[in-house]
């Protein structure tokens, strides 16, 4: 790369990262008019139009891309994301391994690759590349997260919540795993601690059902119905289909009168 494009291409990736999606797409395609096999740019303009929605163009692109450096993690990822827009799971997963075996490997391509794996149930090799990207990235709290789900869906219920307090560590305002904690509080009969996390994770989120539900159910195992019963119809004003809201949410209505 020359120093006229490199100068190029900075002020592309400075409005690629501002969000300006357009306006990084057209210097792109203007480095690629003076370096017609400029790998970087080829990817990077794959990157916009997959972004764009026209994940077709971001194959094509990211395929050229790839030809002139078949070894690149994040090409491989970029062409990953392609084929799963356009549904080419079997290829997705390829080039997601691919980029998670790369010689600089990407924690985003065993995470992409984990993901596809879950979504088809196959939760222990769902497990091992998820436990390959927070290798790959251990500061990342998304992966330890992810990991900690997975490990909960085997049942090792134990190492799961060994991730989720990881996960808090690198994220202590992270939602989610606020309410996993909270959920194993809670069978454990620890209500107030419970309690505290559920706390957390509406302050953090108030949307989710779930994590309204936890905060009720915590409320009822500590004792107190009416603070309980007002969690519970929240829980159940979010997501009228909860049996289990529904259900505690009437029992504690008929208690109180």
Same mark, same amino acid.
């Given at each position: 790369?020359?120093?006229?494009?490199?100068?190029?291409?900075?002020?592309?990736?400075?409005?690629?990262?501002?969000?300006?999606?357009?306006?990084? @797409?057209?210097?792109?395609?203007?480095?690629?008019?003076?370096?017609?096999?400029?790998?970087? *740019?080829?990817?990077?303009?794959?990157?916009?139009?997959?972004?764009?929605?026209?994940?077709?163009?971001?194959?094509?692109?990211?395929?050229? *891309?790839?030809?002139?450096?078949?070894?690149? @993690?994040?090409?491989?990822?970029?062409?990953?994301?392609?084929?799963?827009?356009?549904?080419?799971?079997?290829?997705?997963? =390829?080039?997601?391994?691919?980029? *998670?075996?790369?010689?600089?490997?990407?924690?985003?391509? +065993?995470?992409?690759? +984990?993901?596809?794996?879950?979504?088809?149930?196959?939760?222990?090799?769902?497990?091992?590349?998820?436990?390959? @990207?927070?290798?790959?990235?251990?500061?990342?709290?998304?992966?330890?997260?992810?990991?900690?789900?997975?490990?909960?869906?085997?049942?090792?219920?134990?190492?799961?919540? =060994?991730?989720?307090?990881?996960?808090?560590?690198?994220?202590?305002?992270?939602?989610?795993?606020?309410?996993?904690?909270?959920?194993?509080?809670?069978?454990?009969?620890?209500?107030?601690?419970?309690?505290?996390?559920?706390?957390?994770?509406?302050? @953090?989120?108030?949307?989710?059902?779930?994590?309204?539900?936890?905060?009720?159910?915590?409320?009822?195992?500590?004792?107190?119905?009416?603070?309980?019963?007002?969690?519970?119809?929240?829980?159940?004003?979010?997501?009228?289909?909860?049996?289990?809201?529904?259900?505690?949410?009437?029992?504690?209505?008929?208690?109180?009168?």
């Amino acid at each position: 790369m020359g120093a006229a494009t490199a100068e190029m291409m900075k002020r592309a990736l400075r409005r690629h990262r501002a969000g300006k999606v357009a306006e990084a @797409a057209e210097i792109y395609g203007e480095i690629l008019t003076i370096e017609p096999h400029n790998a970087e *740019a080829l990817h990077l303009l794959g990157l916009t139009r997959l972004q764009d929605g026209d994940a077709q163009q971001a194959v094509d692109l990211a395929s050229k *891309a790839l030809e002139l450096s078949p070894s690149s @993690a994040d090409f491989h990822n970029t062409l990953g994301e392609a084929h799963r827009a356009l549904g080419n799971v079997d290829s997705a997963k =390829g080039h997601f391994r691919a980029s *998670a075996e790369a010689p600089r490997p990407s924690g985003e391509g +065993a995470s992409n690759l +984990a993901q596809l794996l879950a979504e088809e149930g196959e939760r222990a090799d769902a497990a091992k590349w998820f436990k390959r @990207a927070v290798d790959l990235d251990p500061f990342k709290a998304a992966y330890q997260l992810q990991l900690g789900k997975a490990l909960l869906a085997l049942g090792e219920e134990a190492a799961a919540e =060994g991730r989720f307090k990881k996960t808090l560590a690198l994220d202590p305002i992270n939602a989610e795993a606020h309410a996993r904690l909270g959920f194993f509080l809670l069978k454990r009969g620890e209500a107030g601690k419970a309690i505290a996390e559920f706390d957390q994770a509406v302050a @953090a989120d108030p949307k989710p059902a779930e994590y309204h539900k936890g905060l009720g159910l915590s409320w009822l195992s500590f004792g107190d119905p009416e603070e309980a019963a007002a969690h519970l119809e929240k829980a159940a004003e979010i997501d009228p289909l909860d049996a289990e809201s529904q259900s505690q949410l009437a029992l504690l209505r008929k208690e109180l009168g």
